[in-house]
């Protein structure tokens, strides 16, 4: 896209394009890390992906309605989506607070997800 861009007058910056590749592959990582940590704690593959599924389409429901609805611009800063491509970030390019916030919810659930499986019985 980026290669016929200059045809529709579309130039996005390398950098910011760089960025945001990153951003949303951190995105994708993080929702995978909930229905990972929710399929250990509750063992069913189902309220794994469910939960993953409302968890995504709740935080691109927020991101997409803020601009226009008061009440949700109030949470706007809890959406995932928000801190990967929501805030312009093709223009303005994605700043480290962003990626970090990313980064640090995809550990935390990492490491929630190691935690439940520690507690399981397997044998």
Partial sequence: MCLIG???????????LLGV???TTLLA?????????V?????????????ASAVAAGSYVI???APVVAAIDQVRWMSPFVWAVGDDQ???GVTWGQV???VALGLALIAGTVWAFRRLDVH
């Fill in 90 to 92: 093709l223009t303005n």
């Fill in 39 to 51: 399929g250990a704690v509750s063992g069913s593959r189902g309220a794994a992906l469910g939960t």
């Fill in 100 to 102: 970090g916030a990313l």
């Fill in 29 to 37: 990582f993080d929702l995978g890390a909930v229905a990972l940590f």
């Fill in 21 to 23: 590749s990153l951003a």
């Fill in 63 to 65: 991101s997409a309605l």
């Fill in 6 to 16: 200059p045809r529709f007058d579309l130039v996005p910056g390398w950098g910011a």
